[in-house]
């Protein structure tokens, strides 16, 4: 029997992460199009995916990818998503299209918004990266959809972890607390401090193996040049702290000063 989704006739790969490989996809019976997420997760207990996916459903914002359903192939089961044209943030990094300012606050605020939701749901992301924010169009700009929420914790329950790393993740943008297994509120918005400082700079804080990267978020401060807006700043350095309590306490509250520095930048 053929390894496909039974609802779905798959166009091609679009991605590809730790857990999972991710397809554009054409509905048979409509022809509309989807993504499908197809997750490595053989082993993964049935009471945790199950979980996963009351996580997936109970989440519905603008800025937050939406979870249609769930298909099966013979040996695999396969998430439907919203399939966003304008691929992800990393593709956009990596195009070298030179995004201004005020879109990169934009896109920023976007991400915020969608986890101010999910956080007021309880639900904390885990793995927030530029490949898994999406990119839709909406008039003349893109409206920013973060993806994949909760998988890496899901996976990190399920005993699952990063090769060298002690908890599942991206190492490049976990807070300090990740490498140890803790995640909260704070740990999402630290992964926002990383994306804010790659998108302004064009690079990471933080580069090296996965060793490397541990001991330079544990340890290393980072340095901001000067070719960063004085206004963000603070914005970054607050993100980007060691401690989760000296952080934002909120995705508001850094939201409320992405804001403050779209308003000061619109006006030079």
């Avoid at 989440?59 to 044209?85: A, K, W």
Wanted: charged letters at 20%; proline letters at 4%; one cysteine or more.
């Amino acid at each position: 029997m053929e390894n496909k989704p039974f609802h779905y006739e798959i166009l091609r790969q679009i991605g590809q992460g730790q857990f999972s490989k991710v397809f554009c996809a054409v509905e048979r019976q409509t022809g509309k199009l989807v993504a499908l997420k197809e997750l490595n997760c053989h082993n993964l207990p049935t009471k945790l995916f199950l979980r996963e996916l009351n996580f997936l459903v109970s989440l519905h914002h603008p800025n937050i990818v939406t979870f249609q359903g769930l298909d099966y192939s013979s040996n695999n089961r396969y998430l439907v998503m919203d399939y966003c044209e304008g691929g992800t943030l990393r593709d956009l990094i990596e195009s070298q299209v030179n995004i201004n300012k005020l879109d990169i606050l934009k896109f920023i605020n976007d991400i915020l918004l969608g986890l101010e939701y999910a956080h007021s749901r309880e639900v904390v992301h885990c793995d927030l990266k530029p490949e898994n924010v999406l990119l839709k169009p909406q008039g003349n700009s893109w409206i920013a959809k973060i993806s994949d929420f909760g998988i890496a914790r899901l996976f990190q329950e399920a005993g699952v972890s990063v090769v060298g790393v002690g908890a599942t993740g991206s190492p490049a943008y976990m807070a300090p607390e990740r490498f140890y297994g803790r995640y909260s509120v704070a740990s999402d918005l630290y992964a926002v401090g990383i994306m804010l400082y790659e998108l302004l700079l064009g690079t990471r804080p933080f580069e090296g193996l996965p060793g490397d990267l541990i001991k330079a978020h544990l340890n290393q401060t980072i340095t901001i040049p000067d070719s960063v807006p004085f206004i963000l700043h603070s914005t970054i350095i607050k993100a980007l702290q060691k401690l989760p309590q000296r952080r934002f306490a909120s995705a508001e509250e850094m939201r409320k000063s992405i804001q403050l520095a779209r308003e000061i930048l619109s006006h030079l």
